[in-house]
């Protein structure tokens, strides 16, 4: 894995963390372009951030357009420390670092996709690909940390 010494950002296996981090912004363009075409199909106008009864629409609508919305929102609560992390673990292990934040990215558009379209039971695969990077990500943060604070040979 790493050698605790690190890697400038100039250094060829950084841009793979760059081009992850560009690939979980299309993720998340992905994500908005399907609440953007919800808000539409739905009639859900801003500010409104789910739809209510007030929003005169079926139980199924209203149910679908909240999970579509919802695919997005939870995927906001977790992509900021991902790509932080991302960052720091870059320095000291690239590769891995950007094949985990792809492996997430690619865990979102599914989680996303199957919320949306199958509810809440829909996005439990997408959940399983998210974790396979999410997981491992918060665990080299804490291997790399560990070995550049010299409890790590």
């Not at 841009?15 to 992850?20: E, K, N, R, T």
């Not at 997005?72 to 992390?85: D, G, R, Y």
């Not at 509810?119 to 396979?132: A, E, N, S, W, Y």
């Amino acid at each position: 894995m790493g050698n605790g010494r690190g890697i400038g950002i100039d250094e060829p296996e950084f841009g793979y963390v760059i081009l992850s981090i560009a690939v979980s912004w299309l993720m998340n363009f992905f994500l908005v372009l399907n609440v953007v075409k919800a808000r539409k199909k739905y009639k859900v106008s801003y500010p409104a951030l789910y739809a209510t009864k007030d929003h005169k629409l079926s139980a199924g609508d209203m149910n679908t357009f909240n999970c579509i919305q919802r695919a997005h929102q939870n995927t906001l609560e977790s992509w900021a420390p991902m790509t932080i992390l991302c960052v720091i673990n870059g320095f000291y292990t690239p590769v891995y670092s950007s094949l985990f934040m792809i492996t997430y990215s690619i865990g979102r558009v599914v989680y996303g996709t199957g919320y949306g379209s199958s509810g809440p039971d829909g996005r439990k695969f997408g959940g399983m690909i998210t974790h396979l990077g999410d997981m491992p990500q918060l665990i080299l943060a804490f291997y790399n940390g560990l070995s550049l604070a010299g409890f790590l040979g």
